[in-house]
């Protein structure tokens, strides 16, 4: 599980060859937890629709890469972990059926019209 160096933004690549990175710090253990994780969503979101042995291997490899880079994009510790939370949370609700509103983007809510009626010609008319 380890990615390739030229996909890192360079100066993620000084960084690390610095001594400066967060990463060198996350234990390998804890991020094979996350991925234990996003697979244990993974397979709730995907149950029943096909295989389930052609699934768990697929579903490992999409779990694996949304862990890698998540974990090469975020700037720290904090948001790799509210990353990774937060899509889970995203996809659990999404199974479920419900439609949150994602942060930062403005939610357009329809406006009721008016029909009124001309008099004497009986045509409705939507109002302004």
Known sequence: ???????VPQQQQQQQKQGEDWRQ????EERLKFVQKILEVLK????????PATNENRLKQLAHQFEETTFFQSADKATYYSSITNK???LKNEKKGG???QPGIPQV???PTTMQVIPNQGIPNQGI
């Open 109 to 111: 809510v329809p406006q």
């Open 1 to 7: 599980m380890h990615m390739d160096p030229s996909l």
């Open 25 to 28: 710090t996350m234990p390998q």
């Open 99 to 101: 439609r949150r509103p």
């Open 44 to 51: 709730e979101c995907v149950a029943n629709q096909t295989s």
């Open 88 to 90: 889970m949370l995203y």
